[in-house]
């Protein structure tokens, strides 16, 4: 079993910037894969950044490259996503998520990949 327990979110102006951490417990070793989801009210989930654990390859939505940066500490237990040149369309609940597989360019997005789920947390951009 691995639980995920995040951070505050927090509600910035557009163009700010502000770092989400996700910290995992229990059978981190078993972590194959980690990544950022968001759900923003009446859309479906969708994968916002990935990172395979193993290896640090990283993988991002195109509405966000350039601009958010999936990491990870070198305990492997603690990911992170800086957002930076935040916009109003970037409001959503965020939610971190990790499971066994070895995540790659194809998958990491999948959200039905992912066994283990943080609580959520709440990211407003205003004009």
């Known amino acids: 079993q691995v639980q995920l327990v995040q951070s505050r979110g927090g509600s910035v102006q557009a163009g700010g910037s502000l770092r989400l951490t996700c910290v995992a417990s229990?059978?981190?070793?078993?972590?194959?894969?980690m990544g950022w989801f968001r759900q923003a009210p009446g859309k479906e989930r969708e994968g916002v950044a990935g990172?395979?654990?193993?290896?640090?390859?990283?993988y991002y939505a195109d509405s966000v490259k350039g601009r958010f940066t999936i990491s990870q500490d070198n305990a492997k237990t603690t990911l992170y996503l800086l957002m930076n040149s935040l916009k109003p369309e970037d409001t959503a609940s965020y939610y971190c998520?990790?499971?066994?597989?070895?995540?790659?360019?194809?998958?990491?997005?999948?959200?039905?990949?992912?066994?283990?789920w943080g609580q959520g947390t709440q990211v407003t951009v205003s004009s």
């Open positions: 998520a990790a499971d066994t597989f070895a995540c790659y360019g194809g998958s990491w997005g999948q959200s039905t990949y992912y066994t283990y």
């Open positions: 229990g059978y981190t070793y078993t972590i194959g894969c």
């Open positions: 990172i395979n654990t193993a290896y640090g390859s990283t």
